[in-house]
């Protein structure tokens, strides 16, 4: 859903953007009344990541502003512009003199948000339970008016410490026997500043063997992207009393001042982390000291943000060992299917994937990233990024999208153009994400293409026309030839030779054509022609036609109800002027009725 025209809601989850836009020098127009002092307006505000560099993070903003005006603007002082996150200002930025012309424009502003900056707003995300808000206010101000549009807010929020809650009885073994029972873990932020975060982790354990167990040094490293935040030991030692319970607690700062460094490779890795804490104690045994890696305490999140995308944070965690018995996950099959709508037509395709990993594995649940496009000749009916989580067996993901008049009449002049001939694609893009690597699924591709010929009549047609009994002309060599179409109409180019059967001299007035599929009427209407053919000659004649492309989109439902079946009905005659006298003549030969018969969308 946009916030601001349709589109400001891109502006996501950690951005807030203010924007005003201010002009001068139109007085001129606005006293001799040819402008009407309405203000302009801000249709849409758009947002995509520039360069990226260790100081430095771009920020490309297309702001699409309408002046309602009947000329332009100009001399507008400039257009400024702030990026705040939780209230830190991150960046401020402002364009050069850019004017308005009338009707809609498209001004790029371009910014850098302090990478230095990116601790500050961290402490906030923390401390507001890994909450941002975003807060947006766009306003537009020219002499005489000005218009200003309601602050937008919206939350973006983290849960990068759920992996951590847990109460499985999971053991710790070394030396081919139990040391531990784990009871529950747990993970809290403390107050974070400019400068730290805390960080603490704790995991209940209890000793289930006869004598106590005796941790050394514990320690722990903190990395979110291979960015070490933080690293240190306890520096105590932790006895577990035979059948005893106890509390092991980790107490980790992040430093902060590392956080520009992550942040640089969150944004260059699609805005993707995955933040790792290593957990280890050295245990004294009969055997002698132990390093015993703590699984339980040891966790990797991957977490993803989608800040200029508007989409929703995710976070889930990733197995923390490399070893694994994962199996890739298949699609079984690609259902396609499309229904009518009062706004037109929507596509759909259901494409359904096997996951083959056991539930209780640790890769029950695969983390699915999948791109799907659909299109007919380079026109695009769905074009859908999904990503979904797979439990084990079957899974559904579905692809769809609204078709409007619009893209079914640009596919009718790609077939058109084309020479009546459209290719339908089926593309797509499928990763399983398995925590340690991104593993490619494999989707059958698709392509099928079907052919028309509404012109077919005229290939090498001749008709003999009669008046009043007599032979009057003859008609030979005729074709017909698509011209450039347009959003409106499509174009035929009709020309042949014509005898005159007579002595008289004959007029050719006009050619007369209906074009009809499904019953939908594409093209009823006349031609002038004006040729005029004196006794036993033969002159060429031509004209144009043209079918009503707005009509398309109406027999294209037709032909889909119908089940990709459209009847063809296309039926032509000439007006000629004879002795004074003027005649209708049905060109028979040239008429006829077929049908059109696809199967872009079955399977």
């Known amino acids: 859903m946009s916030i601001v025209g349709g589109t400001l809601g891109k502006v996501a989850a950690v951005l807030a953007a203010g924007l005003v836009v201010t002009a001068v020098g139109v007085g001129a127009a606005l006293t001799t009344g040819v402008v009407s002092p309405e203000a302009p307006t801000v249709e849409s505000i758009d947002n995509q990541w520039g360069e990226v560099t260790d100081e430095t993070t771009g920020v490309e903003t297309r702001v699409v502003v309408n002046n309602p005006n009947g000329v332009g603007i100009p001399g507008v002082a400039g257009v400024s512009y702030d990026v705040a996150m939780n209230d830190v200002t991150v960046a401020s930025g402002a364009s050069g003199a850019v004017s308005l012309s009338s009707g809609q424009n498209e001004l790029v502003l371009r910014t850098d948000i302090d990478n230095r900056k990116i601790p500050e707003w961290w402490a906030s995300h923390i401390n507001d339970g890994e909450q941002t808000t975003v807060s947006i206010r766009p306003s537009v101000n020219a002499p005489l008016f000005s218009t200003e549009l309601d602050a937008q807010e919206r939350t973006f929020s983290t849960d990068l410490l759920a992996a951590f809650d ?127 890696p703590l699984s339980f305490m040891s966790k990797r999140v991957a977490f993803e943000t989608d800040i200029l995308g508007g989409g929703e944070a995710t976070a889930r965690e990733l197995d923390a060992g490399a070893d694994t018995d994962f199996a890739a996950p298949t699609v079984e099959s690609v259902e396609r299917g499309w229904t009518n709508t009062e706004a037109g037509t ?116 001749e008709e003999r026309v009669e008046i009043r009994g007599q032979h009057a002309a003859t008609l030979e060599n005729m074709d017909a030839q698509w011209g450039e179409p347009t959003m409106n109409a499509t174009p035929m180019a009709i020309a042949g030779d014509v005898t005159n059967e007579r002595t008289g001299p004959m007029t050719v007035e006009t050619f007369g054509y209906e074009i009809r599929m499904n019953d939908v009427v594409l093209a009823d209407n006349e031609s002038d022609v004006g040729t005029t053919i004196p006794g036993g000659t033969t002159r060429e004649v031509s004209t144009t036609g043209y079918l009503d492309t707005d009509q398309i989109p109406e027999w294209w439902v037709s032909h889909l109800e119908n089940g990709e079946r459209s009847a063809l009905s296309v039926s032509y005659y000439v007006v000629v002027e004879y002795a004074g006298q003027t005649f209708t003549v049905e060109l028979d030969s040239m008429s006829y009725e077929d049908t059109v018969e696809t199967n872009a969308f079955g399977e």
Do not use: C
């Open 166 to 292: 847990s109460d499985s009885a999971e053991s710790v073994e070394a030396g081919g026997r139990t040391l531990l029972t784990v009871e529950e873990t747990d993970a809290s932020w403390g107050t974070a500043t400019t400068d730290e975060t805390p960080l603490r982790f704790s995991g209940t354990v209890t000793n289930p063997n006869g004598e106590p167990i005796e941790f050394g040094t514990i320690g722990y490293t903190v990395s979110m992207n291979d960015v070490t935040v933080a690293e240190g030991t306890t520096g105590e030692r932790v006895e577990i009393g035979a059948n005893e319970t106890e509390t092991i607690r980790i107490q980790s700062v992040l430093d902060n001042r590392k956080l520009d460094e992550w942040w640089v490779s969150h944004v260059r890795n699609d805005e993707q982390t995955t933040l790792a804490v290593e957990a280890f104690a050295e245990v004294e045994t009969d055997d002698g000291t132990e390093r015993i």
């Open 346 to 461: 929507r596509f759909g395709t259901t494409v359904v994937v096997d996951n083959p990993n056991g539930a209780n594995g640790t890769l029950g649940e695969v983390a699915l990233d999948a791109n799907y496009r659909v299109s007919l000749n380079d026109v695009a009916l769905i074009e859908d990024r999904k990503r979904a989580t797979l439990t084990e067996g079957r899974n559904e993901i579905s692809f769809e999208s609204a078709v409007g008049d619009d893209t079914v009449k640009r596919w009718w002049l790609s077939h058109v153009t084309r020479g009546e001939r459209t290719e339908l694609t089926t593309a797509a893009d499928v990763t399983a994400d398995v925590g340690f690597a991104a593993v490619p699924v494999d989707v059958p591709e698709r392509s099928t293409a079907f052919e028309t010929d509404l012109l077919g009549g005229f290939d090498g047609s």
